[in-house]
Every structure is written in C-alpha cells, then in structure tokens.
C-alpha cells in the first residue's frame, strides 16, 4: 500500500485534518497485513521571467536540501506512529512531480493500492496547484483510495 504525501499539495502536512487518511491505511494494513510504503516528493518550483519561454528555478539547492530534510523528519515520525502499531512501514523521497513520482514507486513496489488525502480543491486553486488526486485517478493502474481531508 502507498501512502503519497506531496509538499505542493500537502496530502499528509502534519495537520490532523490531512492526516484522517492514517486512521483508514492504518485499519486496512492490519487486517490485510500490508507493508506501507510512505512517499513525498520534492519538487522544484519554477518562476516565470520576463521571457516566457524560459522558467527560471525559485529555490536555491539549499531550499531543496532543506526542503528534503523536513520532509524526511516528518515522514519518519509519521511512519514512528505505525511501527508502533504493529505496522510495517518505509519511505521515499522521490524528486519531480507528484503525480508521475507516485505512479513511478506503485510500479516499482508494485503496490495493491495508492491512498492519499485530497483537498478537494475546485475552480482557481485547482487551476493554479493542479490536483495531485486528479492526476493519479487518470492514469491509475490499481486501485486508489482518496479521503477527502475536510476544512477545520
């Protein structure tokens, strides 16, 4: 089973309104007896300049160690949490965008089944952050469980 977790659409951001996906993946593995793999990706934001054919990087390398060391913090203190639920668990930091990372690692893990948590943005913020979610459903190959993390 692969949990996704991606910074740009924060599925699994540490807050306990992204984090109600746990309680569903943390069910399923025990029953099934499931190995959870967990996956962020690190992705490098682009800026446009002045001329438009040519995206300039906005983070530094530095940005994108920092950023890659938080992520793996918090992923290590999420999968804590399941080991100490009886829970198999192991992580990955993949680099690039969400969608083909997360496709990428069910693949080669050959997983049974992609969970992750979807904002449920609709109109400009779907236009302007894209919907990790949307993008998985499209090309999916397995199953796929998306929770809808609520507001508040």
Do not use: W
């Not at 569903?24 to 001329?51: F, N, P, W």
């Not at 390398?61 to 999420?78: C, H, I, N, P, W």
């Not at 089944?113 to 943005?121: E, F, N, Q, V």
Request: proline letters at 4%; aromatic letters at 2%.
């Amino acid at each position: 089973m692969l949990l996704a977790e991606t910074p740009n659409s924060r599925p699994l951001d540490g807050s306990k309104r992204a984090e109600a996906i746990l309680s569903h993946v943390e069910e399923m593995a025990r029953k099934m007896g499931s190995r959870i793999i967990l996956i962020t990706c690190v992705e490098q934001k682009l800026v446009y300049t002045g001329d438009m054919e040519i995206p300039a990087m906005a983070q530094s390398d530095e940005d994108m160690a920092q950023q890659t060391k938080t992520a793996k913090s918090y992923l290590k203190e999420v999968q804590t949490k399941l080991e100490q639920q009886g829970i198999q668990v192991s992580t990955t930091i993949m680099q690039g965008p969400p969608v083909e990372a997360i496709l990428a690692v069910a693949a080669q893990e050959n997983v049974d089944m992609i969970a992750i948590a979807s904002h449920g943005r609709s109109g400009l913020g779907r236009v302007f952050y894209g919907s990790v979610a949307a993008g998985i459903l499209q090309r999916v190959d397995r199953p796929l469980l998306i929770i809808r993390a609520n507001e508040g």
